[in-house]
């Protein structure tokens, strides 16, 4: 055999002939590889020994291959010869072999041997893929097993958890066990059974006693006593039973007695309340004016107030109140501003002891006048604060109002430290809420300026935005996708607009959004008095055994349009049926709501109205009513109506289907809309989901416009900072107290038409401040006099700031009125000076052109095209602006051939002058500059100017009014003699205007002496298209002429 380093050597020599790289690697490294095929080795060596030298070889060789990297190709196994290898010297072998060995070689590359050595190379191969297949095998097994172990193990974990608890409780249980041994231990060892022994041991003594003495013949005592004992107790009961219904009737004896004291009590007290107070003044009790307040409070007038508590007092008291114990009419206004006093006292004690509050505020006109509503919102609930008039609401009044209310509320809590509350309280407001018009936007930025730079914060206020305001958002997209509907379907005209008689009335509207206002305003409540039948239409539903359900079209503004749809879709029928059979003669309004309710295609817009509420408003309107969802909370149903609003967009063939869920899990409470809708045939239904689809389109966009701050992404979407929670916890979702509080003053100003706004205020706090009756009721008695003390005094100041209030709207509404005015009155002088200026040009050209002859004439006389261009600008002017054409030819956007020819188009389609041409004198000195008019002169000027040496004629063209007797007239100079005299051209004065000229049929003209010239130079303007009549501005002619008169007549 050969030795170890003989048997390295030989591998060495064999594996770089048959091309494996393995010079790089050392012994160590070799025998670590070799060790991997240690049993392939050993049946080597074992076949070299006897003798299988070159097979053995062969197969080894190949089988190891894989262990060692290829430096070539591998070139033929040479077989080898036993002789050869055992006299191999011990010395490694040179790098090449001798030709013996390439001899043996080449003799052992035959076919035979390496066909052998290709399906050894392939068995070799099946069995390294089977053995492969077999380690993925093992692999899967043991990943499922170690997840088998790992699950018992988890298992384990548990039972042992569980077995040392089980163990914890078995100890404690011992451990009660042996508490419970050694109390038994000593209960025993105690002398209660010693005690019980004894008693069992005298109970027997006395059992043999009792058998003794009944032996002894005492059983007929026994029996005889117990009879006796028998007739005692019935007499015992007897007597106990006529004790008791004495008893009885004494107690209800006394009862009499006290109820017959109690009336008779309250009798004298009645008799003997005072409403006033003992003294000289006679002032009114404490509980008269809580009184008169509270009758305030439930709307009863300050007139009737005294007359109510009489009657009160007359009816169920029983005594008479003379009329001078009782508030007259004055005195019940000034308790009522007793009462405005001790709202807002209970509004700035409700303020500043909050936490944070929200100041909610709003716009509205009345009887064209503007007032703003304000409402403050804490924790506790919603209180109303008022109104307030305003002459315009822009940003700035906005901001003066909040702050004064703010400074109003620091003022009635505590009168010596107003700056301190003020700040208090504009630090505890949190939060400002309105609607989102750009004024409001603006103020909310102003207010938030002034807080920060006030309280020297640099936090901001949180702006909020009432989410029912949404809902008009809807109902403007809805009448938007209702138009392009009725485009897109080619049905522009549908309803009463295919009607002839209805073809002068102007479509501005949907067809159903004026169907749903009109049937609403005639069938409804509080509709059209002139035009409607609602008391018919009532009869008719009486007669056929139905409910009207038409809505007042003002009811709600919010959701009126899609409320009013479904009901009149459940009416559909009956609505054709009366006014069809039993209003024959119908006015234009009733048959334009029959025409519509006729139409099936209006009916198709309708029902889609209708599914939109019960679908999208009215969930979302009754989510908004209930006021269960906080402001912070309210990104949940805005997600979802989101998300269903394009889900339907998508797809709304689901929206018929009665199992679908209603939105936000709210069911609308009246049902017989949707029994209308799913009545409808299903031709009908594929257009309604149709424009339903449509309609979720453009709600989609309003969505995301209007809602943006609750969607992902938003500001208020999943907010997550506690300080910002905090001061959104008390937060509406929506103003609608301010809108009830509108509603109040509606009906205020109803029943009060002549009230103050501090009145309308008083009545809409006190109705609508709920907690205010408990707030009072729980102060001290003391508390409450000196509350009242206060009101007595401080409520007449606050009504006298409100009325100052008041009066400075309205000298704000006279200042604007005024600058209007003279706004105004600089616009028409300008455009005076305009039209004085332009007629002087005209005079310096040779007067107005009337023909194309004219127009050639003027243009010969100027040299220069810039002149040619000016005088044919001047011409148009005095066409559009002094005479007052219109035409499309009189445009100065042109050149110059284009001006001269639209000016003969225009003079040759109508004649500017038809009754006079030849007014206007060519002869006027184009180098004369023009004068100034001037219309208001002074009395010392009029006296110069009647002095004989205080005028002279200096220009054609001049005007001038001239004495005659018992008269004057108006003219202008169309020929100078002399400074002191000149022909002049007059106009006609009209009969009944002294101010109002006209040009004669033909010519009136004189020679006229500068000494009968009493005014000049003033302005004459048309006021007329055709220039026929005129008129001085401002005229002073007759105070002029009458001073003329005065001085020299």
């Not at 349009?561 to 009901?567: E, L, R």
């Not at 005007?959 to 005659?964: D, H, K, L, S």
Request: glycine residues 4%; aromatic residues 8%; hydrophobic residues 35%.
């Amino acid at each position: 055999m050969f030795q170890k380093d003989e048997r390295h050597t030989l591998c060495r020599q064999w594996f770089t002939h048959v091309g494996l790289n393995i010079s790089d690697l050392s012994d160590k490294q070799l025998r670590a590889r070799l060790d991997k095929v240690r049993k392939p080795y050993d049946t080597f060596s074992k076949s070299l020994h006897r003798g299988n030298n070159e097979a053995k070889l062969k197969d080894y060789l190949f089988q190891q291959q894989s262990h060692f990297p290829l430096v070539s190709a591998m070139p033929t196994v040479p077989s080898v010869v036993p002789c050869a290898i055992e006299n191999a010297p011990a010395t490694p072998p040179a790098d090449h072999p001798t030709g013996d060995e390439l001899t043996h070689l080449k003799i052992a590359s035959s076919g035979r041997q390496l066909a052998a050595l290709r399906r050894s190379n392939e068995e070799l191969s099946g069995s390294l893929l089977e053995a492969k297949n077999r380690e993925m095998i093992y692999k899967d097994l043991l990943k499922e097993k170690t997840q088998s172990v790992t699950t018992l193990q988890a298992d384990l974990t548990k039972l042992q958890g569980k077995a040392e608890r089980s163990a914890s409780h078995i100890k404690c249980v011992e451990t009660q066990l042996c508490s419970a041994k050694e109390y038994i231990g000593k209960i025993r060892q105690t002398n209660f059974y010693k005690r019980l022994k004894r008693q069992e041991t005298n109970l027997k003594k006395r059992e043999e006693n009792l058998k003794d003495h009944e032996d002894g013949g005492c059983i007929q005592t026994i029996e005889r006593l117990k009879h006796k004992l028998k007739l005692c107790q019935t007499a015992n009961s007897s007597l106990r039973a006529k004790l008791n219904s004495v008893k009885e009737k004494r107690q209800q004896d006394l009862d009499r007695h006290n109820q017959l004291t109690a009336d008779l009590l309250e009798e004298a007290v009645v008799h003997t309340v005072k409403t006033t107070e003992e003294g000289p003044r006679k002032k009114f009790t404490h509980d008269v004016i809580k009184t008169t307040i509270g009758l305030i409070s439930c709307g009863v007038s300050a007139k009737n107030s005294g007359h109510v508590i009489q009657t009160v007092a007359r009816n169920l008291f029983h005594t008479d109140i003379d009329d001078k114990d009782v508030p007259s009419e004055r005195t019940s206004l000034r308790f009522a501003d007793q009462g405005h006093y001790l709202a807002k006292y209970h509004v700035a004690e409700t303020v500043l002891d909050s936490d944070n509050f929200d100041i909610h505020f709003d716009g509205t006109t009345r009887d064209h006048r503007k007032y703003v509503g304000q409402q403050v919102t804490t924790s506790a609930g919603s209180l109303s604060c008022g109104f307030t008039e305003v002459a315009t609401e822009d940003a700035k009044t906005l901001v003066d109002v909040t702050v004064s209310l703010l400074q109003e509320v620091a003022q009635v809590y505590d009168k010596d430290d107003t700056e301190r509350c003020f700040k208090a309280a504009l630090q505890k407001c949190s939060g400002l809420m309105s609607d989102r018009a750009a004024p409001n936007k603006l103020m909310k930025k102003d207010f938030n300026d002034l807080r920060k730079a006030t309280l020297g914060t640099e936090e901001d206020l949180q702006f909020l935005y009432c989410n029912a305001h949404y809902l008009l958002g809807l109902g403007t997209s809805a009448e938007k996708s209702l138009k392009e509907l009725q485009t897109e379907w080619g049905q522009q005209r549908i309803g009463r607009d295919n009607a002839a008689q209805f073809g002068h009335w102007q479509a501005k509207e949907a067809a159903a959004v004026r169907y749903v206002r009109m049937a609403c305003k005639v069938l409804g409540p509080r509709g059209d008095d002139q035009c409607g039948c609602r008391d018919a239409w009532l009869a008719y539903c009486e007669m056929t055994n139905k409910t009207s359900t038409v809505p007042s079209f003002k009811s709600n503004r919010f959701n009126s349009i899609f409320y009013g749809a479904t009901k009149l879709l459940a009416h559909r029928d009956d609505i054709i049926e009366f006014l069809s059979d039993y209003m024959p003669s119908r006015n234009q309004k009733l048959e334009s709501v029959l025409k519509d309710a006729q139409s099936e295609e209006v009916n198709v817009f309708v029902a889609t109205l209708a599914m939109v509420y019960e679908r999208i408003t009215g969930p979302y309107w009754t989510l908004l009513c209930a006021g269960e969802t906080s402001y912070a909370e309210f990104f949940l149903p805005v997600v979802e109506l989101h998300a269903q609003l394009r889900e339907w967009r998508d797809y709304s063939a689901s929206i018929f289907s009665p199992h679908v869920p209603s939105l936000f899990s709210i069911q609308v409470p009246d049902a017989s809309s949707l029994a209308a809708l799913l009545d409808l045939d299903e031709a009908t239904q594929q257009k309604v989901q149709r424009a339903f689809s449509h309609f979720c389109v453009n709600f989609v966009a309003v969505t995301e416009r209007q809602l943006d701050d609750f969607l992902p992404g938003g500001r208020y979407h999943a907010v997550q900072d506690p300080q910002v929670l905090e001061r959104l916890r008390h937060s509406h979702i929506t103003n609608l107290l301010g809108e009830a509080c509108f509603g109040d003053l509606d009906i205020s100003i109803y029943t009060h038409r002549n009230s103050s706004v501090h009145h309308h205020s008083t009545l809409t706090m006190l109705k609508r401040n709920k907690t205010m009756k408990a707030w009072f009721n729980q102060k001290s008695n003391e508390e409450q006099r000196q509350l009242l003390l206060n009101a007595s005094s401080s409520g007449p100041e606050m009504r006298k700031r409100h009325r100052e209030n008041d009066r400075e709207v309205k000298a704000s509404k006279r200042q604007k009125l005024q600058l209007q005015q003279q706004r105004t009155e600089a616009d028409r002088q300008k455009k005076a000076r305009e039209k004085a200026d332009i007629a002087q040009e005209i005079r310096q050209d040779g007067g107005a052109c009337s023909s194309a002859g004219d127009v050639d004439r003027l243009l010969e006389r100027k040299a220069l095209q810039r002149e040619k261009l000016a005088a044919l600008k001047t011409q148009i002017r005095f066409f559009r602006h002094v005479l007052g054409f219109k035409s499309e030819l009189l445009k100065l956007t042109q050149d110059l051939p284009g001006l001269e020819q639209s000016l003969k188009e225009f003079l040759a389609s109508q004649d500017p002058f038809p009754e006079h041409r030849d007014r206007v004198d060519n002869n006027l000195d184009e180098e004369d500059e023009p004068s100034e008019s001037d219309s208001s002169a002074s009395e010392h000027e009029n006296d110069q100017r009647v002095d004989s040496d205080g005028f002279s004629f200096a220009q054609t063209g001049q005007t001038v009014a001239v004495f005659y007797d018992e008269t004057f007239h108006v003219g202008t100079v169309t020929n100078i003699l002399s400074a002191d005299e000149a022909k002049v051209n007059f106009l006609k004065k009209s009969s009944l205007d002294n101010n109002r000229f006209s040009w004669p049929a033909k010519e009136d003209s004189d020679t006229v002496s500068s000494v009968f010239v009493f005014a000049w130079d003033f302005l004459l303007e048309p006021i007329s298209t055709n220039a026929r009549m005129w008129h001085v501005p401002n005229s002073t002619l007759q105070e002029q002429y009458n001073l003329y008169v005065e001085k020299y007549c």
